[in-house]
């Protein structure tokens, strides 16, 4: 992680010591600028030694649904992740709507994600994220996810 004035950059490293995903989910390759609480830009290359590539498909290699998901909310969480006291927590879906996908994504393409965090309280995150290669929209989706640590407080205790 590195800083220039209210933006952050983390590399992989960064994005490991922020996040939970691991190999082989862990798909943002940097996070090229944050503003902690509010938004972050994350960048994914994608090339043909990608574990999913030979088998979506063979003949017509393309980027699968569920890791553009995963690449957009990777980059989502990103922007409360990047808040100093949150970073390196466990985070959890809630909910993935308005999810649209216009643009084929294939190897050697690099897609660009910019997300933005609507709200954040009581460790519940809204949100939206939009990937795009060179310049032209690819997919988006809205998140709502929660950070175990702070929504757990606010879960009532469970009755005898």
Known sequence: MSESGDKLFFDTIGILESQRNRYPLLFVDQITEAVPGKSAVGIKNFTYNEWFFPAHYDDEPNVPGFVLIECLVQTFIMTFLSIEEYRGNKTNFLGIDNVKFRRKIVPGETM???????????????GTAEGEVDGEFACCADFTVSLPVVFDKFVPPKSK
């Open 112 to 126: 660009k994600i910019s997300a933005n965090l609507k709200s954040f309280k009581r460790g519940i995150a809204i």
